[in-house]
């Protein structure tokens, strides 16, 4: 079989395709910028040049195709370029696995990208075509490296929005594993999986570990889910996707992305990674410590 990838080059897809090519299952990946997607996915991926939201350049790719992985970048109109792929590819038969959100967000009064992907999975549900949805958790790779490690750098401090709760943070490459084997059984179909880590983690908890980590001390620095759109928005961001932001951090500090799944192992027959495992193997935490300046 083949599996088209779409968001081949984002934090996911990359995993995807490469859990597919452990599989020895084909990947053909669907990209706007062929060049940089060279760059990132594993030497010998069939890679297309198009814009998935093109109806020739979407269904010249999936020709063929079996399976589709569906990620689309975190966006306004995400939903509307979702929503055309999948009435494009609707009667080819091709099966859909769709990449969503967090599973407690996913509701029509959700944070706004995920209304969006509510509305995207109750058209993909009654849209007659074969479908699975994987409803990931927050990514380690997002908030732990793009955003702790960064401010750790910058001050020793950790930002922490989220007072005392937790999150069952999950990493990107467990979920790349996951979608790759829904992609390629349909034992699968017609479910909606929700990937976590195996326990919720604290910001204060992933404070310790980095400072054991780096042997310099490191602290949380306590601000709220306001001070977040605020400062997103100073920064440029635009309203709705700061107000998204700060919907999910209220979400968090709520409690409600604490959740612990069975799903990972059930898909991969092992245990999801940890926040430890993360650290332990992360590259800018090998060697000399995290200087803030």
């Given amino acids: 079989m083949t599996v088209l990838v779409v968001g081949a080059t984002g934090t996911v897809g990359p995993h995807v395709v490469r859990a597919l ?11 706007r910028d062929a060049d940089r997607a060279r760059t990132i996915l594993p030497a010998g991926t069939d890679i297309r040049p198009g814009d998935p939201g093109d109806d020739d350049d979407l269904l010249a790719a999936a020709d063929g195709a079996e399976a589709l992985f569906l990620l689309t970048s975190h966006d306004h109109r995400m939903a509307d370029l979702q929503l055309r792929i999948i009435r494009a590819l609707r009667r080819t038969g091709i099966r859909i696995v769709k990449l969503s959100g967090t599973s407690s967000a996913i509701n029509p009064d959700g944070p706004q990208a995920c209304r969006q992907h509510w509305e995207i999975e109750q058209v993909l549900a009654a849209s ?20 702790m490690l960064p401010a750790v750098k910058a001050t020793g401090a950790i ?27 349909r034992q699968w179909d017609g479910q909606s999986l929700v990937l976590t880590g195996p326990r919720a983690v604290g910001f204060a908890e992933i404070a310790g570990l ?14 709220t889910p306001a001070d ?14 700061a107000e998204h932001f700060q919907e999910m951090y209220q979400l968090f500090r ?23 495992d993360h650290l332990a193997a992360h590259p800018d935490l090998a060697g000399a410590p995290l200087d803030a300046s």
């Fill in 128 to 147: 007659g075509q074969p479908y699975a949805v994987l409803r990931p958790n927050a990514f380690m790779q997002t908030l732990i490296d793009q955003i």
């Fill in 228 to 241: 977040i759109r605020i400062q997103l928005e100073q920064r440029g961001m635009a309203r709705w996707e």
């Fill in 210 to 223: 980095v400072s054991a980590k780096t042997g310099q001390p490191v602290g949380t620095r306590e601000i």
């Fill in 159 to 185: 930002p922490n929005a989220i007072g005392a709760a937790g999150i069952s943070f999950i990493n990107a490459r467990d979920v790349g594993e996951c979608a790759a084997r829904v992609l390629t059984s």
């Fill in 21 to 31: 090519a452990a599989l020895d299952v084909p990947a053909r990946a669907l990209a």
């Fill in 254 to 276: 709520d409690g409600r992305s604490e959740f612990v799944s069975g799903d990972v192992e059930r898909l991969l027959g092992r245990p999801p990674g940890t926040v430890e």
